[in-house]
């Protein structure tokens, strides 16, 4: 039985991530939101975002980012706290998430 509040979440090795799931994940704009804000504020809470859309759909949007690699989620007291692991990740693919950010809605 898993220590914390929530059931544990599996993380991919790096190594194992395909480009087609960092590029379906990054598809989203609201994932691209996510991302956005972690790298700008650092390590955050599920429920902080703010994004508008029901929890279960952000749940839906943190698996998608945490299956392709994009962040790490881990179990900080009582909450369940993101950060990206895009350093990671761009030794996989480099350069390739800062693109597709800089690149997708230059003004979100």
């Known amino acids: 039985m898993p220590l914390g509040r929530w ?3 599996d993380h991919p090795d790096i190594a194992d991530v395909a480009i ?3 590029l379906h994940a990054l598809a989203d704009p609201t994932r691209r939101r996510i991302v956005r804000m972690l790298i700008t504020d650092g390590d955050r809470p ?4 703010g994004l508008g859309v029901a929890p ?3 749940s839906h949007h943190f698996k998608a980012l945490r299956n392709a690699g994009l ?3 881990f179990d900080s007291g ?3 706290m993101n950060t990206t692991r895009l350093t ?6 480099p350069g390739l998430v800062s693109s597709i950010l800089d690149l997708a ?4």
């Open 88 to 93: 990671e990740l761009d030794t996989r693919f």
């Open 20 to 22: 087609d799931d960092v």
């Open 71 to 73: 962040i790490r989620q």
């Open 56 to 58: 279960s759909t952000l």
């Open 105 to 108: 809605d230059p003004n979100p």
């Open 46 to 49: 599920c429920g902080t975002f």
């Open 7 to 9: 059931k544990s979440v």
């Open 78 to 80: 009582r909450q369940r």
